[in-house]
């Protein structure tokens, strides 16, 4: 069985700069994409970045000067490097997978992690 696993979170000044990490665990063979969502405190979840296994990005306008995502295929790893956080960018982010094949299964739907809180603040 596949589980995602986030860290990185945590509590940064206004212009601070976080690093999400996130790491898919299990027999895996390939993961098409992988992504992070977040939702801040009443409010839908939405899309940050998303990378697929060939690299192409997905961004939301809100980030996309600012936020950096990169993916290690090796690894099973995803990264989220925030720079320049502001306040409304507080919220708790998700690592999400797609199309995650095993070496004795295809996962038809996606993957969540338990998600990371990141609070900018004063």
């Known amino acids: 069985q596949v589980h995602l696993v986030e860290s990185g979170g945590g509590l940064v000044q206004p212009g601070g700069s976080l690093n999400l990490s996130c790491i898919a665990v299990?027999?895996?063979?390939?993961?098409?994409?992988l992504g992070w969502y977040r939702q801040a405190p009443g409010k839908q979840r939405e899309l940050a970045a998303s990378i697929t296994s060939g690299h192409v990005i997905e961004a939301a306008d809100s980030v996309k000067e600012r936020f950096t995502i990169s993916r290690d295929n090796a690894k099973n790893t995803v990264y989220l490097q925030m720079n320049n956080l502001t306040p409304e960018d507080t919220a708790v982010y998700y690592c999400?997978?797609?199309?995650?094949?095993?070496?004795?299964?295809?996962?038809?739907?996606?993957?969540w992690g338990q998600g990371t809180q990141v609070t900018v603040s004063s």
């Open positions: 299990g027999d895996i063979y390939s993961i098409y994409a």
């Open positions: 999400r997978a797609h199309g995650v094949v095993t070496k004795t299964m295809a996962y038809d739907y996606e993957l």
